[in-house]
């Protein structure tokens, strides 16, 4: 497959993979939204070994798998054929996104490389531990911890990107907030799910649903307080799209709704796009 044939094909599979940040992605121009949307491919790479439900795919097998990675994404040329045999044993229960890792990572404009791979070796790392302990939050120091590997830091590699293309600069404890403000609202989405089908709480002991609630408005405040420094468009309505629809979906799961619904969503879009 050529360059303009991969670079199409990582389109699709982001559009396959997420919808949701597919859309924002689009609004991005030229080498930014081809870094932006393969970060987010490597990112969900990892995110599918983590979240794998087969039981061939042990917790431990989690752990050792995402720590490998983790060492295979510091080394300055990625080693695609030992990434392939690590995968080997469990590559009938992994998706195409986390398969084909090594393409996005080809596909990253020059000068993005080490920004994204050290930001997805770090993920991989606290990935690793978390499934390692089970997921079981039993703090807020742990619920900070948890979510500042799993979205903090695509907030700070984002903010990364966005200096190295436009110049743009924000507060790394901002962006922080930002990634856990998204990573609360799915966790409170899926707080049920979670428990029932894998037994995985990320909901410090002794918090009610109202401390959660707080815990996800207190950190979606600071991504609105993280966008005051950007003044480019096209990055601005990147950022402001996820945060929308994570405020919508947080006044669903209030009035006891389970999530938005595809039109909602739609009709979110619209309004960006009309501002």
Same mark, same amino acid.
């Given at each position: ?85 690590? *995968? #080997?044993?469990?590559? +009938? $229960? &992994?998706?195409?996104?986390?398969? =084909? ?6 596909? !990253? %404009? ?109 950190? *979606? #405040?600071?991504?609105? +307080? $993280? &966008?005051?420094?950007?003044?480019? =468009? ?6 402001? !799209? %996820? ?33």
């Amino acid at each position: 497959m050529n360059q303009k044939a991969l670079e199409k094909d990582a389109m699709r599979v982001l559009k396959e993979t997420s919808r949701t940040f597919y859309i924002p992605i689009t609004f991005l121009k030229k080498d930014l939204k081809k870094a932006v949307a393969n970060a987010y491919l490597i990112m969900r790479a990892l995110d599918e070994i983590e979240d794998n439900e087969h039981p061939e795919v042990t917790n431990e097998i989690k752990y050792f798998l995402l720590m490998e990675v983790s060492e295979l994404l510091k080394e300055e040329n990625f080693n695609n054929d030992k990434y392939l045999q690590l *995968l #080997e044993p469990y590559k +009938q $229960y &992994m998706p195409e996104v986390t398969m =084909r890792l090594n393409d996005w990572i080809l596909l !990253l %404009p020059e000068g993005t490389k080490k920004i994204v791979c050290d930001a997805a070796s770090e993920m991989a790392f606290g990935m690793a531990k978390w499934a390692k302990a089970n997921w079981q939050v039993r703090t807020k120091e742990d619920l900070d911890e948890y979510t500042y590997y799993v979205a903090g830091l695509v907030g700070v590699m984002l903010s990364d990107l966005w200096e190295w293309d436009s110049a743009v600069k924000t507060d790394r404890e901002l962006a922080i907030g930002y990634g856990r403000g998204l990573q609360a609202v799915n966790i409170l989405r899926n707080q049920q799910e979670d428990f029932e089908t894998r037994g995985v709480s990320f909901i410090p002991e002794g918090w009610t649903k109202e401390d959660l609630f707080h815990y996800t408005e207190e950190n *979606l #405040e600071k991504a609105y +307080q $993280y &966008m005051d420094a950007i003044q480019k =468009r096209s990055i601005l309505m990147f950022c402001s !799209l %996820p945060l929308a629809l994570a405020h919508k979906t947080l006044n669903a799961l209030k009035e006891g709704k389970e999530k938005m619904s595809r039109s909602e969503v739609e009709e979110t879009v619209k309004e960006l796009m009309v501002d």
